[in-house]
């Protein structure tokens, strides 16, 4: 069950009313060390004033139908770079194909609590969690391995849930889930075209 994260944007909407006007200074001391974390949540229609006014250039935000086509193109290229240290070829051709159906990627980031990082207008991660717990997916783009964006999205999409934690992590993330507090539940082999792929259920007990 997804936490209801109403509170978190009530406070942004009473940050943006009473202090957008004052100082970059003022708004720190309003905020305190919580200003990253508003942001995360903040409404669209304040997005890019708030960006520009705090001069953020890196931030997570809710995803939208229109990041689709750029999500898929960075999940295509962080498999076929990054995973290719733990799969084959012929596994990484079967689990990141050429073609995608973009609606059925649309409609599930849709229906789950899905969120993305930019940088500089470039989306460079996302990830997603459904009702029930389960974390579909968490991608970081190639070139912005190792910066925490992973950790990052990870976090707001944790912080989201009631109860246990569930997903299906690749050779190439255990470790990462592992030092989350996610543990081993089995070994899987996913059959996609007939050519199958090592993962692992792993789950965070909450």
């Given at each position: ?29 309003f905020?305190?060390?919580q ?18 006014f ?26 076929h ?12 051709a079967?689990?990141?194909t ?12 849709l ?9 500089n207008?470039?989306i ?51 470790p990462?889930?592992?030092?989350r ?26």
């Open positions: 069950m997804l936490k209801n994260p109403g509170y978190s944007e009530i406070f942004v909407n009473t940050v943006v009313s009473c202090v957008f006007p004052f100082s970059k200074t003022n708004l720190m001391s905020c305190g060390s200003v990253v974390d508003i942001y995360v949540r903040v409404q669209d229609r304040y997005l890019d004033d708030i960006l520009n705090m001069e953020i250039k890196m931030f997570i935000r809710k995803y939208k139908a229109t990041d689709c086509k750029e999500i898929i193109d960075l999940f295509y290229n962080t498999v770079n990054v995973n290719v240290k733990d799969y084959t070829k012929e596994q990484l079967v689990w990141a050429e073609q995608v159906d973009l609606e059925k990627w649309n409609e599930s980031l229906e789950h609590y899905s969120l993305v990082a930019v940088d207008g470039i460079v991660g996302f990830g997603d969690i459904d009702k029930d717990g389960y974390l579909d997916r968490l991608f970081v783009h190639v070139d912005y391995q190792r910066k925490g964006i992973a950790t990052a999205i990870c976090n707001e999409l944790e912080r989201i849930v009631e109860g246990d934690i569930t997903t299906h992590a690749s050779i190439t993330a255990k990462f889930f592992k030092k507090g996610y543990k081993v539940v089995k070994q899987q082999e996913v059959e996609r075209q007939g050519i199958f792929l090592t993962n692992f259920c792993m789950v965070k007990k909450i």
